[in-house]
């Protein structure tokens, strides 16, 4: 193998799961959708491949495949090294170029601009031979801070301050790495108990299971009437009783004054958060519903739809938020995801990221990993959701005490198994030869 490898080609396939047919995901927003990979592939000249993927939900999934297309091809003659010596610049180039006026870091070409720095961090990181979060944990602050665009946050955060930050962390840093190492840095909230197409029976049993499982934190959809929803909670509340936290999701359903008025109902619940109660861009609009809720000790999350650092940076600067639910596909991949942890920990606002989709949870446990170790150093906690982990090589897994585990193949546990293709690859794909998926 080589110690530096060059990128010899790559290929870029659609791959969809059926998962509407189990409700999966369903909320008030999407009644029903199919988890889908924009799935990219780097060869090289060694015995690595660097894969990478951005999510979408089925239908638009060709879109995103055709805008990774039209990125790839730039790094085929490239040296892995040429790369990683200043991700920033890596970073900021991806971004650039005529395809900026399309959409600057925003839409379906940051989508692709994340998948293909997923696919150089993975590329990375099998070449160190450790999984992610590790090589990000051991670099020096130094090396961190060279992952980084500055550019548009340093009235927040300058280079200089990050670096005084990621310093004072390294201190301490050896106490979370033996935490990590022994799968206690991330404990983890349940979503699958809480999809909206799920019947009472289905939600009653999902949740008795998920206590066995450890689980101390829950979330479930909402937005179906003050009286559905209240029924739904004390369904919940009753079963994992009152000390479990609890969070409810209405996936950008309501106007403002509308978010306000409705979970107002619900002060007597013991709620943590209301995620998502409005457009994803109404920085100003979160901050209203955040102030307001403030009296009836509901707080505001959001960020699974946030496209860039900026908005995260806003976010934090209007008070607009009690978690930060960065997505690991919507930001610009890992580098991105960086300065939003520098931003959170600068506010001191817990980073709860979103990973309700499949294989969000494989990237996520490395992104809170590394928020635990190098940056916030203290315990938040990480969404779990229970299907499709089986379609990965190195699928994410939950502790009995309901902690995730931390990962410990080399990569960023981005590569699905090719039995998923041959099956759900969009359109040649078994499944969507089949009259069920042709329908």
């Not at 002060?267 to 809720?293: C, M, N, Y």
């Not at 001191?348 to 294989?359: D, E, I, K, L, Q």
């Amino acid at each position: 193998m080589p110690a530096d490898p060059t990128i010899t080609g790559f290929t870029v396939r659609d791959l969809r799961w059926p998962t509407s047919l189990d409700n999966i995901g369903s909320d008030p927003m999407n009644l029903a959708g199919e988890n889908a990979f924009g799935y990219l592939q780097f060869q090289t000249d060694g015995e690595h491949i660097g894969t990478g993927w951005s999510f979408s939900n089925g239908q638009g999934n060709d879109v995103l495949c055709a805008a990774i297309r039209s990125l790839a091809p730039r790094y085929v003659g490239r040296k892995l090294s040429s790369l990683t010596a200043n991700m920033a610049e890596t970073q900021r180039k991806c971004v650039s170029g005529q395809v900026r006026f399309m959409s600057p870091e925003r839409g379906v070409l940051q989508l692709a601009c994340c998948a293909v720095l997923n696919a150089l961090w993975d590329l990375w990181a099998k070449v160190e031979g450790k999984p992610l979060w590790r090589l990000v944990s051991d670099f020096t602050p130094e090396e961190f801070v060279r992952c980084i665009d500055f550019r548009y946050i340093t009235d927040e955060i300058t280079p200089e301050q990050a670096l005084e930050m990621l310093r004072k962390q390294a201190k301490t840093k050896h106490e979370r790495l033996d935490l990590a190492t022994s799968n206690k840095a991330v404990p983890a909230y349940n979503t699958s108990i809480g999809w909206l197409g799920l019947s009472d029976d289905q939600v009653r049993e999902g949740l008795k299971k998920a206590v066995t499982q450890g689980f101390k934190h829950f979330k479930i959809k909402g937005a179906q009437g003050v009286e559905a929803d209240r029924k739904r909670l004390s369904l919940v509340r009753e079963i994992v009783g009152p000390s479990a936290v609890l969070m409810v999701d209405v996936n950008q359903i309501w106007d403002v004054d509308e978010a306000i008025t409705y979970m107002k109902n619900f002060s007597d619940l013991g709620l943590w958060f209301i995620e998502e109660p409005t457009s994803p861009d109404d920085v100003l609009g979160h901050a209203k519903i955040r102030e307001a809720l403030k009296p009836y000790n509901i707080g505001v999350a959001t960020g699974e739809h946030v496209n860039n650092r900026v908005m995260f940076k806003q976010l934090l600067q209007a008070n607009a938020l009690d978690a930060v639910q960065l997505d690991a596909c919507r930001l610009c991949s890992v580098n991105e995801i960086l300065s939003v942890l520098l931003l959170a920990a600068k506010f001191n606002v817990p980073v709860v990221p979103h990973s309700g989709g499949a294989g969000m949870v494989e990237l996520c446990s490395h992104i809170s990993t590394i928020d635990f170790v190098c940056v916030s150093g203290k315990e938040s906690i990480l969404e779990y959701t229970d299907h499709l982990h089986e379609a990965f090589v190195a699928p994410a897994k939950i502790t009995d005490n309901g902690y995730h585990v931390s990962p410990t193949v080399p990569g960023y546990s981005c590569d699905v198994k090719e039995a998923e293709f041959e099956k759900f690859e969009a359109s040649a794909g078994s499944f969507w030869q089949a009259e069920q998926g042709r329908r």
